[in-house]
C-alpha cells in the first residue's frame, strides 16, 4: 500500500503561469516532506523541504503547502518557466532521520512556451 | 567539486546472473543510500549507510540483495541469481549526516536491464 501518493502522473502549463503539483500521504506520523526535481538520465536533485510543524515553506519561485489534517501536501511554482519540466517527486520522512524516506512516483510537468 | 558517481551507467545482463553496482559519493559524506525505480514507480529505498553503524538494509526486497560500504566510502550493491523484475534504474545518494537538513545528492543512476 503506497504511503506517498502523487495522483497525477502528468501535468501542463502554460509558461509565466502556476504550475500545482499535489501529493497526499496516508502515514500521520510523517514529520517532514521534501520535494525532489529530476532530468531524464539524471538524478534527482532536492528542490525544498517542510517540516510537520509548518504549513508553509518558500524559496524563490517554489513554496510548498502543508495541510497535516488532511494529509495533503502540495508544491507551487510560480511563474513556471520551460526549464522547470522535470518530474517531481514528493519525499516523507520519519524522526528527523534522512534515512528511508518514502516516495511517491513522481509527476511529470511540462511547461509549454 | 565532484558529485556522486556510479558506474556502470548501464548493465545488461542475462536472468540468473550476479551483477554488482558501483557508487562512489562525496568526498567526506558519512551517509550513503541506495534506491531503485522501477519502471513507472516512485524511489524505493533498499538500504542506507551512515559512518560505522550498522547499515539499514530495511528496505531490501530479498536475500538475492546485499550491499557493502568499504572505508567508509565506496559502495558496491550487489544483485545475485538476477531476475527480470529486478530490471531497474538504481539510484545512489549521500549526504553529510542523516539528520533533516543533510540533503541527498545522488548520482545519475545505472540502469540495469535483466534478459
Known amino acids: 500500500d503506497q504511503q506517498v501518493k502523487q495522483n497525477s502522473p502528468s501535468l501542463s502549463v502554460q509558461e509565466g503561469r502556476i504550475s500545482i503539483l499535489n501529493c497526499d500521504y496516508t502515514?500521520?506520523?510523517?514529520?517532514?516532506f521534501l520535494w525532489y526535481k529530476k532530468y531524464p538520465a539524471e538524478g534527482p536533485t532536492f528542490l525544498i523541504s517542510i517540516s510537520s510543524i509548518k504549513d508553509k515553506n518558500e524559496d524563490g519561485r517554489f513554496t510548498v503547502f502543508l495541510n497535516k489534517s488532511a494529509k495533503h501536501l502540495s508544491l507551487h511554482i510560480v511563474p513556471s518557466q520551460p526549464g522547470d519540466s522535470a518530474v517531481y517527486f514528493c519525499?516523507?520522512?520519519?524522526?528527523?532521520?534522512?534515512?528511508?524516506?518514502?516516495f511517491g512516483k513522481g509527476t511529470k510537468l511540462s511547461v509549454k512556451p | 567539486g565532484a558529485g556522486v558517481s556510479q558506474s556502470p551507467s548501464n548493465k545488461v545482463t542475462e536472468k540468473g546472473k550476479d551483477v554488482e553496482l558501483r557508487c562512489d559519493p562525496i568526498?567526506?559524506?558519512?551517509?550513503l543510500y541506495w534506491y531503485r525505480q522501477s519502471l513507472g514507480q516512485g524511489l524505493e529505498f533498499l538500504i542506507y549507510f551512515q559512518g560505522n553503524s550498522a547499515p539499514d538494509k530495511s528496505g531490501l526486497p530479498s536475500d538475492r540483495f546485499s550491499a557493502e560500504r568499504t572505508g567508509g566510502s565506496v559502495s558496491t550493491l550487489t544483485i545475485q541469481r538476477t531476475q527480470q523484475e529486478d530490471s531497474a534504474v538504481y539510484l545512489c545518494?549521500?549526504?553529510?549526516?542523516?539528520?533533516?537538513?543533510?540533503?541527498?545528492?545522488f548520482g545519475p543512476g545505472t540502469r540495469l536491464t535483466v534478459l
Open positions: 519525499a516523507a520522512g520519519l524522526g528527523g532521520s534522512q534515512g528511508n524516506l518514502i
Open positions: 502515514n500521520s506520523m510523517f514529520d517532514y
Open positions: 568526498s567526506g559524506h558519512t551517509a
Open positions: 545518494a549521500s549526504s553529510r549526516g542523516t539528520a533533516r537538513a543533510d540533503t541527498q545528492y
